[in-house]
């Protein structure tokens, strides 16, 4: 295979993430963050709207003048208003960013019953892993 025709890792749109992170029905957490201004906005609502083009401009708007965006990883009661632990519903996603020792928890992962869904190599956080609410059998 030539270097032309070495794929490029596959990376998800915003809406692909969500999607993919989420069940449709899903309420979730947006937060749009803006320093320079103070400005701190926060959206609770379903995953289907999130990654729908509508919300997906708007975020892409604030993202282009100053925003940072983002996203709470697990989905919220129906009734939450806010997002506290006492707001999540359910557990679905859980983070791991290793600074140091990424190989070796990468190994421990690899022999346990975990099933990552996403491996992420980068100069800030050497290894960050996604685990789903799924495991290997």
């Known amino acids: 295979m030539n270097p032309a025709e070495k794929a490029a890792p596959f990376v998800p749109s915003a809406s692909e993430y969500i ?3 989420f069940q449709h029905t899903d309420r979730i957490a947006m937060l749009v963050l803006n320093r320079d201004f103070g400005e701190t906005i926060q959206r609770i609502t379903s995953a289907q709207k999130a990654a729908s ?3 997906q401009a708007w975020l892409r708007y604030k993202n282009a003048n100053g925003s940072d965006i983002y996203i709470g990883m697990n989905p919220l009661k129906k009734d939450a208003a806010t997002r506290t632990k006492e707001d999540i519903e359910s557990i679905s996603h859980v983070y791991l960013d290793l600074d140091h020792g990424g190989p070796e928890a990468l190994e ?3 022999h346990s ?3 990552p869904s996403r491996i992420t190599c980068s100069t800030v956080r050497p290894i960050s892993i996604k685990l789903s609410g799924k495991s290997k059998g």
């Open 53 to 55: 083009p509508e919300f």
């Open 113 to 115: 019953s975990l099933v």
């Open 19 to 21: 999607l993919d992170s």
């Open 108 to 110: 421990a992962v690899e």
